[in-house]
């Protein structure tokens, strides 16, 4: 396994998103949340995997729940990460805060998110009173979701420090965060979570010929004229994953992997896609690979 370490925290550069754990709108169905999801997280801290993030709006908590059930015993393997969503008074952010934290099962959180910026509130409404649950010990490290870089910056002022992380959607087919997040996280030792980093799926290849049956299949990515536009990403892809042995799951993996200061938290609906994902911190692409990708995929994006 790799390892990123910036701001004084130390996490695995392919971690494990949990937004499956207790979901319904995935499909997965009740089966899936009380075994497989429990052996995920087994197989996952096996193989050297410690951030494991979730949110209280997962699953309404039950993601929660099931993440702590999964990691009793092993609590001191495991960077664990949830999120706030910033839906109610800022008050209430220390209650929501123990809240996740009892779900869990823990005593402290090590990183404790903003899941969106509020439509409401200012980071002056709430990043002070995170600053106190890190006082306090609950928290060990504060980060953002889904902010701008002003955002994430903004949130830095009010806190009255470093804010670690970031978390935003980030893959060959979102690459937004390149442009002035990445850059400004790695000149000041933060760090970008990747969540959706293969694009909920579309940069697999298994969506080439039809789309998913769940929630996905009425977004505009998945439809038919749109995964048929990525045909000349998907045949590189694959074809650098031939030449690596690889799959093209773990081909787009490994070209977020070569950034400096990014983390990635793919999903993963049994152990054996948890395996594969995890094996993309084997894959060296050249720089050829490298530039290739990216230039098909600034491409489709235009």
Same mark, same amino acid.
């Given at each position: 396994m790799k390892y990123v370490e910036a701001g004084g925290a130390r996490m695995s550069a392919v971690g494990l998103g949990t937004w499956q754990f207790g979901s319904t709108e995935w499909g997965y169905g009740s089966t899936y949340a009380r075994d497989e999801a429990a052996k995920i997280v087994?197989?996952?801290?096996?193989?050297?995997v410690t951030l494991i993030d979730t949110a209280e709006v997962y699953g309404f908590g039950r993601s929660e729940r099931i993440v702590g059930?999964?990691?009793?015993?092993q609590r001191d393997k495991v960077f664990l990460a949830t999120k706030l969503f910033p839906v109610g008074l800022p008050v209430q952010v220390a209650s929501k805060a123990r809240g996740s934290a009892r779900r869990l099962g823990v005593d402290r959180i090590d990183l404790y998110q903003q899941h969106w910026p509020s439509p409401m509130f200012p980071p002056g409404a709430t990043m002070p009173r995170m600053r106190k649950l890190v006082e306090a010990g609950l928290l060990a490290h504060v980060g953002v979701s889904n902010f701008s870089l002003g955002q994430w910056q903004d949130a830095e002022r009010a806190f009255g420090g470093p804010v670690l992380s970031d978390q935003v959607r980030f893959s060959l087919l979102?690459?937004? *965060?390149?442009?002035?997040?990445l850059p400004w996280a790695q000149q000041n030792d933060r760090i970008?979570?990747?969540?959706? *980093?293969?694009?909920?799926?579309?940069l697999s290849g298994r969506y080439q010929d039809a789309p998913p049956r769940n929630?996905?299949?009425?977004?505009?990515?998945?439809?038919a004229p749109a995964r048929a536009r990525l045909q000349p990403l998907l045949a590189a892809m694959g074809e650098i994953a031939s030449r690596h042995q690889a799959t093209m799951a773990q081909v787009g993996l490994a070209w977020l992997l070569r950034k400096p200061n990014v983390v990635v938290i793919p999903?993963?609906?049994?152990?054996h896609q948890l395996e594969q994902n995890v094996a993309a911190v084997d894959i060296d692409l050249s720089e050829e690979e490298d530039a290739r990708l990216g230039a098909i995929a600034s491409g489709n994006l235009g």
């Open positions: 087994g197989r996952a801290i096996e193989l050297g059930e999964a990691i009793r015993g979102a690459r937004g *965060p390149e442009r002035d997040l970008v979570i990747a969540y959706s *980093p293969l694009a909920q799926g579309l929630f996905r299949r009425f977004r505009s990515e998945f439809s999903g993963a609906s049994s152990v």
